[in-house]
């Protein structure tokens, strides 16, 4: 996320950058449940799978609702370079993500 503001500026970059983040969308139904099923154990993977996806389900819906709101707040919200703030605060969200997963531990039994 945060090179994707400035490698979408060229064409193919652009390209390569949305083929990048394509190919790894679909890892995410993969992805998932076997992490959902690792967390909380096979045996309510089915019933907190269903939360998992609903929160991905309003993250798809709310997220670019958001990023609009942001991009157009600022300041020449009629240029790319409004886009920025979304930008940044998706990949510092991204950052933080990561840093969380490894820090959280399964629930105890």
Do not use: H, R, S
Request: proline residues 6%.
């Amino acid at each position: 996320m945060l090179l994707l503001f400035k490698l979408g500026g060229g064409t193919t970059t652009f390209i390569i950058a949305a083929a990048i983040i394509g190919f790894n969308f679909g890892g995410n139904f993969a992805l998932f449940p076997a992490a959902t099923a690792d967390f909380f154990g096979n045996k309510t993977v089915g019933k907190n799978y269903g939360f998992i996806f609903f929160a991905y389900g309003i993250a798809g819906i709310v997220g670019p609702q958001i990023a609009g709101l942001f991009k157009d707040a600022a300041a020449g919200a009629e240029t790319p370079a409004a886009w920025l703030t979304p930008f940044l605060i998706a990949g510092i969200a991204c950052i933080l993500g990561a840093i969380i997963i490894l820090f959280i531990k399964p629930p105890k039994k």
